[in-house]
């Protein structure tokens, strides 16, 4: 429908003006320092390296996803 079409016009207007202002790179930046910190505090963390194992594929899928 028209209707469709038009929010989805809307919404890829908003996602360019993010892109521009860099918006995304910053968000990238923040998702990538709040991995790294989790990662220290599962480092410091004593866990046998089985029960770290779930706990870093989970993280690692995390920080993979795309939206």
């Given at each position: 429908?028209?209707?469709n079409?038009?929010?989805?016009?809307?919404?890829?207007?908003?996602?360019?003006i993010?892109?521009r202002a860099?918006i995304?790179?910053?968000?990238n930046e923040?998702?990538?320092?709040?991995y790294?910190n989790?990662?220290?505090?599962?480092?410091?963390?004593?866990?046998?390296?089985?029960?770290?194992?779930?706990?870093l594929?989970?993280?690692?899928?995390?920080l993979?996803r795309?939206?």
């Open positions: 429908s028209s209707r079409t038009n929010d989805d016009e809307k919404v890829a207007e908003v996602l360019e993010f892109r860099g995304e790179a910053m968000t923040k998702i990538l320092a709040y790294n989790a990662m220290n505090f599962l480092k410091d963390i004593r866990l046998t390296e089985n029960a770290l194992e779930p706990l594929k989970l993280t690692s899928g995390m993979k795309k939206f």
